[in-house]
């Protein structure tokens, strides 16, 4: 099936890129479409759920000597910057990072924020200056209209009024968790967040048991029901996306870690990691970019020995559905076709993508 509507997420996002993935199915080396780093481990929120707070208690940050030859080596090749943390806009150099990666060449730029800082001067001017969208995490939306979530709104609203008044291209966006505990919440909240002044509304599964050997999405039953719903009374014109595969029960499958050569994510340690789910895992720890960043860093043989032992069988959080082992499932369908010529690609393909080299 093909879905012409600009969707931001699916399996297929990096056909946008089609000579990196002949490339690859080539065996030649490739540079990422997207790199996804942790600018700091500091976070301005503290959530009981959060699979990533005892890293945080490391308060690492990434410096702008490390991120200047970081950038100088992706920024001409890989077009994609995703700045996550902890709080990416809570590092005092965000403003200097932004500004850095434009000039270093990378076309489009994301922050993933709490949106509790959206509100300080040096951040705004940074973000409607080089940022292409911010998305804010919509915390606490379950919970009925708390003083967090209802101030959330409140910036959001003052932000958009900045962008509308200075022209600026910069995009709001809002993310909101998914379980089947929330749905009675889903659509009053969610026409709050889209009346607050967003460009999209983006809806992706809720993930517990992280302190477990095998985390996995929470119950999701009725979510897309809901997410329907919603969508029935929306405003006209409203962008509400769903990232549909990730809330099917059709099993990933993969011979080795595909998606980490078109995605890569480095933590506020300076590490390569295989993937966002999986940071700050010392198992899955690519390459210490403390000790090697050279311009063939993602080629050593150390690295690419890494991924090719990671599969569907021993990924262990392959039950998230997490962007990596999505994409790498999606590739091993590509591979398997062309090995056998069958026809073996995935059932949903979108051609339409928001923030192509954002993937």
Request: charged letters at 25%; a negative charge.
């Amino acid at each position: 099936m093909t879905n012409d509507s600009p969707s931001i997420f699916a399996s297929s996002k990096i056909i946008a890129h089609q000579e990196r993935i002949d490339a690859y199915l080539k065996g030649k080396n490739i540079y990422p479409i997207t790199v996804e780093l942790d600018l700091t481990q500091c976070c301005t929120r503290s959530c009981h759920s959060c699979p990533y707070s005892v890293a945080r208690a490391q308060g690492k940050t990434l410096q702008l000597p490390f991120l200047e030859k970081l950038f100088a080596i992706l920024g001409p090749n890989t077009p994609g910057l995703v700045l996550s943390g902890g709080e990416a806009t809570f590092a005092p150099h965000f403003p200097e990072t932004v500004k850095l990666a434009r000039e270093k060449g990378f076309k489009e730029i994301a922050v993933i924020s709490n949106g509790t800082r959206l509100d300080i001067t040096e951040v705004q001017n940074a973000l409607l200056e080089f940022v292409t969208s911010v998305r804010i995490s919509i915390y606490d939306w379950q919970e009925g209209d708390s003083e967090s979530f209802i101030a959330t709104l409140r910036r959001i609203e003052r932000l958009r009024k900045r962008i509308e008044q200075e022209g600026s291209s910069l995009e709001i966006g809002a993310a909101m968790l998914t379980r089947t505990d929330w749905i009675s919440r889903l659509k009053p909240v969610g026409l709050q967040v889209l009346q607050a002044g967003v460009d999209w509304l983006y809806f992706h599964p809720f993930c517990v048991d992280w302190e477990t050997y095998r985390p996995v999405q929470a119950n999701q039953s009725g979510v897309l029901e809901a997410i329907e719903d919603l969508k029935k009374v929306a405003p006209a014109g409203s962008n509400i996306q769903v990232p549909v595969e990730r809330y099917l029960l059709r099993p990933l499958y993969f011979e080795n870690l595909h998606g980490s050569h078109f995605l890569i994510q480095v933590g506020a340690d300076g590490i390569n990691y295989a993937g966002p789910e999986c940071k700050y895992h010392p198992e899955y720890a690519l390459l210490d970019l403390n000790e090697y960043l050279e311009q063939d860093f993602l080629w050593q043989e150390k690295r690419l020995c890494r991924l090719r032992e990671i599969n569907s069988d021993n990924y262990r959080v392959i039950g998230t559905k997490h962007r990596p082992p999505v994409f790498s499932d999606f590739i091993e369908r590509l591979i398997q076709a062309k090995k056998w010529s069958v026809e073996n690609t995935p059932a949903i393909v979108h051609t339409n993508f928001l923030y192509p080299d954002i993937v």
